[in-house]
Every structure is written in structure tokens, then in C-alpha cells.
């Protein structure tokens, strides 16, 4: 079978390989703990699974939505005024199954095969793979924890500016759990107007951050709207995954284009799960504390246990992740989490699948209970691996 060439960009051998390797542990009789998927194991409030019930048993939810409801439309907008303090109209709204597939219609919305794509690295893969499958050269912009892990913009060589017609941007940020500050964002907006330049920005996390500080939208910023939108998903913030509930928000021509793209590919969000995503938006907000307080005890469980047994990380700023740098007596994150698996059954992603430039790091995802996360740090404790 020969398949497109787009599809080599879809390939991560390092992934099968350490589920492979799992799988051969698991075999032999390991328990595992499992700390390398980013899924949540939060549960959803008990008021959407009531909810969802109630809707799935009715007929007329079963046709092909097509379109978003009016008032799936008007809780985004009223959420983005009382949450942000952001004015936009529906027009400037669409929703998407998830930003994950946000991400590779949006490219193919925009990206012509060569043009040039800035993308942040270490990233997350979609970030990559979307613009990829549309043909674009990527050109990576580094993100380094000398810089707190926020993109250079006076880095970017002018000719590449000049060239670029997209820059994908997200803070909080997975894998670093870096945020940004406002001013980042108001000169990344000049940035893009003077190089004209479309910005995506990714805000998967802006209700996850651990710092006492309150996320907020790009799309506040002065002349956002101008060059730019933001993806904006309920995956995280509360805790619903599966459901597929994401949306685009901000320039109207480019939300346009993604509706009519999408109007050809998808036929629109299950209509319990629009219903869902309504009532969620305009309903309280208590359920989202619960998500981030339970993610923000833990990573203070996980970093305190580790630095009690000598593995030095930071506190996360925000997401639902640990960005761990390796020991110093390792230089490979695949080695080192090679032996996190084989000698303490402990499984992390190595920062190298995130791009080159996450070498040096791992990714501990805050999907483990308390309890776990103790045993976890017992067996890390017990293997020895931190002692050179
Ligand atoms: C930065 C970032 N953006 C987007 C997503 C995916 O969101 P969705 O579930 O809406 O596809 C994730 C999920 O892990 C993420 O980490």
C-alpha cells in the first residue's frame, strides 16, 4: 500500500516503542504507572452525565446538526465577555471537534504547499502535524528555559518573518507549563502586524494555572482580532475529553473560511454535546476549581516527593503537567526514560518527542491520583536511578 507522503509526518516511532516496551513489562507481571498520556482521569461533574443522558434520549438530537445553535453561539460570547472581557459577535465563532482537528483544518483553511509556519518547539505534535499536512515548511522558533520558555520574537530572522504566513502560539504551555505575560502578547501582536502574519493561539489551559494568577484570552490584547484567533477547548477545563468540544474564536474572514471548510468535511457537533457545552458555559463555574485545585495538588505533591529524594523540578505555572529537566548524570531523556520504566515501572514521555528541543526534559502528565503519585516516588526512590 503506498500512502501519501504527508502521512510520514505521522509516524512517531518513539511513542509505539515505549508502548511496545510497556506492553513486554505489563507481560512480565508489572504494574505500571503510567504518567505519559495526557488524558484526564478527572471525572466530568455529575451534572453533565445527567445532562448528556437526558439529551441522548431525545429523537430529534440524532440529525446532523450542521450548524451551532444559537445558543451554543451566544454562551461562547457571553463567556468570553464575563471570563475575559472580551466583545465577539457570533460571526466570530465556530465550533470545532475538538482543537485537535482545529488544527489541521485550519492549515488546510490557510497553508498553500511551501508557505512557511512558525511553530514554538518543544510542542506539542499537532502543533506540527497540522500545519504539515497541509505542506508547510515549518520553521521552528525555540523555546528555552533561559527565556522562561517564551518565544523569541526579536529572534526570528526578518527574512522569515517576511515569509511567514502563520505563527502558531499557546501559553499555558504543554509540554514547559510556561505562561506569558500580557506584555509578550502585545508585542507579539505588533510583531504580526508589521510582518503580516496570522496568529493562532492555542488556550487549551487558561483556567489551569497554578500561580494564584487568572488565564486570559489573546484575543484581549489591541488588534488581536485584526490578525488572529484563538482555539479554545472544554476538553480540559472541564474535564471532557472525549466529547470533542472545542471552538475557533476571533478574525471573522478566517472563521468564516473554517466554516465553509468545515461545512465540506464535518457535518457539525453532536447535538447533546452542543447542548452540553451550553450549559456548561452559562452554568456555574464551581467544577472548573475542583479541575485545577485537584491538578495543582498534585503537581505539588509529585515536585515536593521528588525534590525529598533529590530529583530538583520546578513547580508548574499551569496546564496538567510536570516539565521535568532529566538528572544531570543522564544526557539522553529516551535513556532516561527507558530506565524510569525498566527499573522503576514508571512511565513519562521524553522531551525529545516533543521536538530536538525538548531534549533534556521529560513530560509528567498530573493524571494519577495522590496515592499513585506516592508510590510512584517510592519506586523512583527505591530503584536508585537518581544516584550517579
Ligand atoms: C496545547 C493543547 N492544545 C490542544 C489540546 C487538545 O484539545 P482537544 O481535546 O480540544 O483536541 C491539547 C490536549 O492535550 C493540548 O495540550
Redesign the pocket.
Known amino acids: 500500500m503506498i500512502f501519501s507522503k504527508k502521512m510520514t509526518s505521522l509516524s512517531s516511532a518513539i511513542f509505539s516503542e515505549l508502548n511496545y516496551k510497556k506492553a513486554e513489562l505489563m507481560a512480565q507481571g508489572y504494574e505500571m504507572i503510567d504518567f505519559s498520556i495526557?488524558?484526564p482521569d478527572i471525572p466530568p461533574s455529575p451534572q453533565v452525565m445527567t445532562l448528556l443522558q437526558e439529551e441522548c434520549s431525545k429523537l430529534s438530537n440524532y440529525k446532523y446538526a450542521i450548524n451551532d445553535t444559537p445558543e451554543l453561539l451566544e454562551a461562547v460570547t457571553s463567556w468570553y465577555k464575563h471570563r475575559y472581557d472580551v466583545n465577539i459577535s457570533s460571526q466570530e465563532v465556530v465550533s470545532?471537534?475538538?482543537?485537535?482537528?482545529?488544527?489541521a483544518e485550519l492549515a488546510l483553511c490557510l497553508i498553500d504547499p511551501g508557505d512557511t509556519v512558525l511553530v514554538p518547539v518543544p510542542?506539542?505534535p499537532?502543533?506540527r502535524i497540522g500545519p504539515l499536512l497541509a505542506g508547510a515548511q515549518l520553521h521552528k522558533m525555540p523555546l528555552l528555559k533561559e527565556n522562561n520558555f517564551l518565544i523569541d520574537l526579536d529572534a526570528i530572522d526578518e527574512e522569515v518573518a517576511r515569509k511567514a504566513k502563520l505563527m502558531i502560539v499557546?501559553y499555558p504551555?504543554?509540554?514547559t507549563t510556561a505562561i506569558a505575560p500580557r506584555d509578550f502578547y502585545i508585542k507579539l501582536v505588533a510583531f504580526a502586524k508589521k510582518y503580516d502574519i496570522i496568529v493562532l493561539h492555542?488556550n487549551?489551559?487558561s483556567e489551569l494555572l497554578f500561580d494564584g494568577s487568572v488565564g486570559e484570552s489573546f484575543l484581549s490584547i489591541k488588534g488581536a482580532k485584526d490578525i488572529g484567533i484563538e482555539?479554545n477547548?472544554?476538553?480540559?477545563t472541564y474535564s471532557i475529553?472525549g466529547c470533542?468540544?472545542?471552538f475557533a474564536i476571533g478574525n471573522q474572514e478566517i472563521i468564516k473560511g473554517l466554516r465553509i471548510l468545515k461545512s465540506h468535511v464535518d457535518y457539525g457537533m453532536f447535538l447533546p454535546f452542543q447542548k452540553v457545552a451550553t450549559a456548561l458555559l452559562t452554568g456555574s463555574q464551581d467544577y472548573v476549581e475542583v479541575v485545577r485545585h485537584t491538578y495543582y495538588e498534585r503537581g505539588k505533591v509529585l515536585v515536593e516527593g521528588l525534590r525529598e529524594i533529590g530529583w530538583d523540578i520546578p513547580l508548574p505555572q499551569g496546564?496538567?503537567f510536570v516539565w521535568a529537566p532529566i538528572p544531570k548524570h543522564y544526557t539522553s531523556s529516551l535513556d532516561f526514560t527507558y530506565d524510569l520504566m525498566n527499573k522503576a515501572h514508571v512511565m513519562v514521555v521524553p522531551g525529545i518527542s516533543f521536538g530536538e528541543e525538548g531534549e533534556g526534559f521529560v513530560r509528567i502528565a498530573l493524571v494519577e491520583t495522590e496515592d499513585t503519585i506516592r508510590r510512584a516516588i517510592k519506586a523512583i526512590k527505591k530503584s536508585g536511578l537518581l544516584e550517579k
Open positions: 495526557g488524558t470545532l471537534l475538538g482543537s485537535q482537528s482545529g488544527f510542542s506539542y499537532i502543533f499557546s504551555n504543554n509540554p492555542d487549551a489551559y482555539f477547548s472544554l476538553s480540559k475529553p470533542r468540544i472545542a496546564s496538567m
